[in-house]
């Protein structure tokens, strides 16, 4: 599982295409703020999941860790079954955020990102347009 980190509109996606293309060709299938069903799983597909905070919106009113473990384990069942890339939008460089639900959001990000990060092979931060592998090896071919 590859996790591509950074702010938003700082090139992450673009950055992903571009890891992309030195793989393997498959079939790439994009999933925005929503996982695929179990039964969608192909094991010869490749799969991009992105927009977690959309898919974590509608729990706001449910502990933080447990909407991440929840999701995580989602995302790591994807990951037993087929090759995996979820881009993640850093939203916590910013101001702490006045509302609840906007801090709540943040954090409850922030601790799916975390677990994501620890089980993925490859970490890389995107910051306006630049990468930084914090983990593993790109694939990428300059």
């Not at 980190?5 to 992903?16: F, Q, T």
């Not at 969608?40 to 992105?50: C, D, Q, T, W």
């Not at 933080?64 to 995996?84: D, P, R, S, T, Y």
């Amino acid at each position: 599982m590859y996790v591509i980190l950074g702010g938003a509109h700082n090139g992450k996606r673009k950055y992903a295409e571009k890891v992309i293309a030195q793989l393997p060709e498959k079939e790439l299938i994009i999933y925005e703020g929503y996982l695929p069903q179990p039964e969608e799983i192909k094991e010869n597909e490749r799969y991009i999941i992105s927009n977690f905070e959309q898919m974590i919106l509608p729990y706001l009113h449910e502990s933080e860790e447990k909407v991440a473990q929840q999701i995580f384990g989602q995302i790591m069942q994807i990951a037993e079954q087929a090759e995996l890339i979820c881009i993640c939008t850093d939203t916590s460089r910013g101001v702490v955020p006045l509302e609840k639900e906007a801090r709540q959001l943040r954090d409850t990000c922030g601790r799916l990102y975390q677990k994501l990060c620890n089980e993925a092979q490859t970490v890389i931060r995107v910051w306006y347009g630049i990468p930084q592998i914090l983990k593993g090896d790109s694939h990428e071919q300059n």
